[in-house]
């Protein structure tokens, strides 16, 4: 991967015609740090979030051991770009065949599911292997999420200890409980009352849990979304394990997926038609901006443009855009509002933060765009929950009053104390 110090040098080199995605390896290395210094247990990446290779790789060298895979292909990447490390098949519903080539091939020994069907199908499709890791996903509250993840998977509170028995009974191995509290979770707190749900299931269920996963669901910052600390997440998981009933040695793991990468790419895009409050650009919701569509998220946006040799940051008055992206479908369309200055023009280039989680991963090449070249970079993120940068983005003085006034501030922002134990 070619190495630019920042996006402007790019702009000044190469005048990009098509859409490019930077790499911020720095970002990806710090947030992997934060986590294993941090969490009082086993960091799993969630590979959906940005399956790069040089974020798996990164992450490894940086001391994450274990993956969340969802599909084989995932199963593969990371054997190749993270050989040795440890994987689990957290998606709730495998093929028999995705399962026995996990086990068989791979040596995949952790598996998740939230039905009896899936359980049988486990326990099947590995030929009745004795060391499993078998995690039941529990359906939790998804209230401080801006992104539930609720709807599709998870046992119910009143289907829960029927299938924790069978489980328990199923397995010559561990078992353990895991859920995912939404993405993007706003609410610390959210983690330790998903801890007590789970906590009164296995009661109900009358089983000992050798694993506690409280997934991912650790977010980062966007425009109007500024979180609290990340370390006030870490302190409710703790309480939150403190008071669930399991043994002495119950292990505990998360599976962040944004919160590792989120600031560690953009994307550069080129202005190709200025319409009133409307920028046609080359790239969208068919390439790295699903979530701008989608979800309507208001990613922070830099100006930059071409001025003869030179390249320049545009600044001055700003005003709110939406965008298209190039594709000819109307859904191809970000509302923002993207704050930018007025004169932007055709030709001007914009770079979109905050896009390494769930952006540049859902890339498409429909109606024959969406093929971005990667580059690294070696300047800040826009924002950042591990020190790299603000927690805020710079906007419009009233949109930053705004969110300043959305960064809920818990008793014990600074740091934590250092991981001395697993439990209590
Ligand atoms: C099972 C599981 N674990 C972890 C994650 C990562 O979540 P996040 O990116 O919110 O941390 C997801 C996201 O969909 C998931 O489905």
Redesign the pocket.
């Known amino acids: 991967m070619q190495t630019y110090h920042t996006p402007l040098d790019l702009v000044r080199e190469r005048s990009p015609e098509r859409p490019v995605a930077f790499a911020r390896p720095d970002a990806v290395a710090v947030a992997a740090r934060w986590f294993q210094d941090n969490f009082k247990g086993d960091v799993f990446y969630?590979v959906?979030?940005n399956p790069s290779p040089w974020v798996i790789e990164t992450l490894a060298k940086n001391g994450v051991a274990s993956f969340?895979v969802?599909s084989v292909p995932e199963i593969e990447l990371v054997a190749q770009y993270a050989p040795g490390s440890r994987m689990a098949f957290?998606?709730p519903v495998k093929s028999r065949a995705a399962i026995a080539k996990a086990y068989f091939d791979h040596g995949v020994t952790t598996f998740?599911l939230d039905t009896h069907e899936e359980l049988q199908k486990i326990l099947e499709a590995t030929g009745g292997a004795k060391d499993l890791t078998l995690m039941v996903?529990l359906s939790v509250s998804a209230e401080g999420a801006s992104?539930s993840?609720s709807g599709k998977?998870g046992v119910e509170a009143h289907e829960a200890a029927a299938l924790l028995l069978a489980t328990r009974r199923a397995t010559q191995g561990k078992m353990g409980v895991?859920f995912?509290v939404?993405?993007?979770?706003m609410r610390p707190t959210a983690f330790q009352a998903a801890m007590a749900q789970a906590s009164r299931a296995i009661v109900r269920a009358g089983v000992m849990v050798d694993v506690v996963d409280v997934?991912?669901?650790?977010p980062s910052v966007y425009p109007g979304m500024v979180p609290p600390d990340m370390a006030d997440y870490l302190d409710s998981i703790d309480r939150g394990f403190a008071d669930m009933m399991v043994h002495e040695d119950t292990e505990l793991w998360c599976?962040?997926?944004?919160?590792l990468v989120a600031e560690a790419s953009s994307i550069l895009t080129k202005v190709e038609l200025k319409k009133g409050d409307a920028l046609y650009l080359n790239d969208g919701s068919y390439g790295s901006l699903f979530d701008a569509a989608h979800v309507k998220w208001p990613f922070p946006v830099k100006l930059m443009r071409k001025d003869g040799d030179q390249a320049v940051d545009v600044e001055g008055p700003l005003r709110p855009f939406r965008f298209y992206g190039p594709t000819c479908d109307s859904i191809d369309h970000m509302p923002g509002p993207f704050w930018l200055p007025e004169d932007v023009r055709e030709g001007d280039y914009i770079e979109i933060g905050m896009l390494g989680?769930?952006g540049v991963a859902m890339n498409t090449r429909f109606n024959g765009f969406g093929d971005a070249e990667t580059v690294a970079v070696e300047d800040a993120p826009m924002a950042s929950m591990f020190g790299l940068a603000g927690r805020t983005i710079r906007l419009p003085r009233e949109q930053q009053q705004e969110d300043e006034r959305k960064v809920v501030r818990l008793s014990r922002p600074k740091g934590r104390a250092g991981k001395s134990r697993r439990r209590r």
């Open positions: 969630a959906k979030a969340d969802a957290m998606h998740a996903r992104y993840l998977f895991s995912h939404g993405s993007q979770c997934g991912g669901g650790f599976e962040p997926g944004r919160a989680a769930y």
